[in-house]
C-alpha cells in the first residue's frame, strides 16, 4: 500500500501528522514538539540534517527548515554569502541562508496551503526529500569555499553534478 493510500480516509489530516508517519515509515528519529511541529533527523551522505517542519494556522503554510552546522572563520563570510547568492540561483524551490549567531546553514521552504487545501503524504516526501537533495548537493561547495579556498565559480562546478544522498 502506498503513503498516500493510507491517508485517502482521513477527512481532516493534520499536515504534522502525515509527517510524523512518513518519518516512521523511514524510520527516521523525531520529536513531535508540538501539535503543530517536528523535528527530525535525516541522514544524508556527507552529515546527518536536522529538519523541522511546522504548520502555521495564520498563514496557513507548511514551513520546512533543514539544517547543519556551519562555522566558517569570519574571514571568509563574504565568500559565504557570494556562495550563498549563486547556489540561491539555482534554487528554483527553497532557499539557503546562514545564521551567523547559530552558526547554521539553513534551507528553508513554506508551503502555501490556502483556502483550506490539504498537502498528501507525496507532497510532503517531495518536500522533504528536496530539501535534503538541496543540501547535499550544495555542502561540498560550501565547504570548499569556506576550507578549501576554492573560488565560488570553482566550488559551483561541484554542485553541477548530482548529489547522491538519501531521504
Known sequence: MSLSEQFMDADDLHPIDIVETLAQHHAWDFDRVADDQIAMAVEGQWRTYSITL????????LRLI??????????????????????????WSGAFTYWREQRLMVYRYGLVLSGGQMAGAEQISTLINAAVLSAERFYPAFQLVVWGDQSVEDAMQVAIAEAYGRA
Open 66 to 91: 533543514c539544517t547543519f552546522e556551519m562555522e566558517p572563520p569570519d574571514e571568509k563570510l563574504p565568500q559565504l554569502y557570494e556562495a550563498l547568492n549563486a547556489v540561491n540561483d539555482r534554487c
Open 54 to 61: 511546522a504548520w502555521s494556522d495564520t498563514d496557513e503554510a
